[in-house]
């Protein structure tokens, strides 16, 4: 799109997709450092997650701040009214991701007190479902991409099809061996959080197409978190 | 058939195609006036270029676009107020209710009974303001008698919603009043006549804010009587009191829709570019 006649008024737009970026790159960080906190029992990078939240709660605040002062000034229309409204949308998911990722990291010190436990391949492959998700996400806003950002919407269900399946083996170790209960129930709150994330991920796809196309993604949303109604068959040994 | 048009985008100046708005389309409204194929050219200049545009009935419709896009040209071909200019050429079908309204055995005087006019700067006869609104329903013998007349003048006051602000005072001069004031006395003067539509090129340009927010809740009552159509510079005039938008570049009518559709998701790049303040 041209500039504005006005040129403070393309800084002040620029100004938050800035800050945006700013914040979406580090939700990314947090998530990958949460996962990494967790498969290391780290306490210290878990404190220094937690600590690192704080950066992310600040942005969210001056992008609510510009935004709300940009629709008063200039009574934006059109392209410029999608883009900071969904700028103050954005701006809550990722704050939203920086929550969930914090709330992983909590769990690395109950984790760190308890036995050791090796079985992290499938959280690890949630997690990273869920990085490269936001990565990509994060991408398609930078380039006001819808195509991408339908193809990250899609993809969501991948997510929570393994989120299902993680939450069945979890509770089958704890099952087997219910020494494990403490461990897994920190790393299935875990998961679902990494699982919201997904959520929030999705959020900000659809934001992303009706920034481009002006109009909301008109398909509905699979609903692929199933644990609440599942059922689980103990077996006695 | 309700079927409103406009120029499509245009790719090929030679052959404007015409464009179903879907929206428009689907509302039941009745259509108060259309125009088709409008040429206007002023000697050899072509200020409008194939203008087909339907003016629903009783809704606020704005016609906006930078200065010279023939926004105003194309205003005052709805009452004929381009017939005096000389030079002027007005080419292509516009109608009323169905007849055509450059129809040579047409009397323009009584078309502009039919649809009035309210212009930029308030213009009150120098008068008194019974005698401004009386004006009108007294050229075209609307009052049998002075009852009457005098009914008339305060109903459209009343409508003009100035009644209470000058009741005490209808002997005064219209000049004493204050510049809304006196923009609401024009309004009176024009509704005087039981016009059918309302023509206001930029009539709050010369007010203030609260003296425009007056004038836009008038025209938002006004409009369920009346079919107004508005030309303004103020976007957010237009995106606040009309129902459909026009607008008007170099001479063409690029994009006409629902206001609602035109200011949140225009369709063509040059709306989108002039409402949101990047050319104009």
């Not at chain 1, 404190?47 to 008063?72: G, M, P, Q, T, Y």
Request: contains cysteine; aromatic residues 6%; negative net charge.
């Amino acid at each position: 799109m041209g500039e504005h006649i006005v040129k403070t008024y393309d800084e002040e737009l620029s100004g938050l997709r800035t800050r945006l970026a700013h914040m979406g790159g580090l939700a990314e960080e947090q998530l990958a450092a949460a996962m990494n906190g967790l498969n290391g029992r780290d306490t210290a990078l878990a404190r220094n997650i937690i600590d690192s939240d704080e950066k992310i709660d600040e942005l969210e605040r001056e992008i609510e701040e510009k935004a709300i002062l940009v629709l008063a000034k200039r009574q934006p229309v059109a392209g410029d009214l999608r883009e900071i409204v969904v700028a103050l949308r954005l701006a809550m998911d990722l704050e939203r991701i920086g929550d969930f990722a914090k709330n992983i990291a909590k769990r690395t010190f109950a984790i760190a007190e308890e036995r050791p436990f090796r079985e992290f391949g499938s959280l690890n492959r949630i997690g990273r479902l869920a990085l490269e998700q936001l990565k990509n996400v994060l991408d398609a806003y930078a380039r006001k991409d819808a195509e991408k950002a339908l193809s990250v919407w899609h993809a969501d269900e991948e997510l929570d099809s393994l989120y299902n399946s993680l939450f069945r083996e979890l509770l089958t170790y704890m099952m087997g061996d219910p020494r494990t209960i403490g461990t897994c129930t920190h790393l299935l709150f875990g998961a679902k959080n990494i699982e919201r994330i997904g959520d929030h991920t999705t959020n900000i796809a659809e934001n992303i197409y009706f920034l481009v196309h002006g109009e909301a993604l008109d398909v509905k949303r699979p609903k692929g978190d199933t644990t609440s109604v599942a059922h689980i068959d103990y077996v006695e040994k | 058939m309700n079927v409103m048009t406009a120029e499509r985008p245009v790719t090929d100046d030679k052959t404007p195609r015409r464009m179903v708005d879907r929206e428009v389309a689907d509302d039941s409204c009745h259509i108060k006036m259309t125009a088709r194929d409008v040429n206007v050219f002023y000697g050899d200049a072509q200020a409008l270029f194939n203008v087909d545009i339907d003016i629903a009935d009783n809704e606020v419709t704005a016609l906006i676009g930078p200065s010279g896009c023939g926004k105003s040209t194309f205003l005052r071909c709805l009452n004929r107020m381009n017939d005096p200019i000389r030079g002027c050429r007005v080419q292509g079908r516009l109608t009323l209710d169905g007849d055509d309204i450059y129809d040579p055995d047409l009397d323009p005087v009584l078309l502009r009974a039919r649809i009035g006019m309210v212009f930029q700067k308030p213009n009150p006869f120098p008068k008194s303001i019974f005698d401004n609104v009386a004006y009108g329903p007294r050229i075209h013998g609307l009052a049998s008698d002075k009852a009457e007349l005098g009914e008339i003048v305060t109903m459209s006051l009343e409508k003009a919603g100035l009644l209470n602000e000058v009741k005490d005072r209808l002997d005064q001069p219209g000049t004493s009043l204050s510049g809304g004031q006196q923009q609401r006395l024009c309004i009176a003067r024009a509704i005087a006549i039981r016009p059918e539509v309302i023509l206001m090129d930029e009539p709050c340009s010369s007010l203030d804010p609260v003296a425009t927010a007056r004038i836009e809740r008038l025209m938002d009552e006004l409009s369920e009587d009346y079919t107004i159509v508005i030309v303004t510079h103020s976007m957010q005039q237009a995106a606040r009191v009309s129902k459909r938008t026009a607008f008007f570049h170099l001479g063409k009518l690029v994009e006409f829709g629902g206001t609602d559709q035109i200011f949140t998701n225009p369709k063509d790049q040059r709306t989108q570019d002039y409402i949101t303040g990047r050319f104009g």
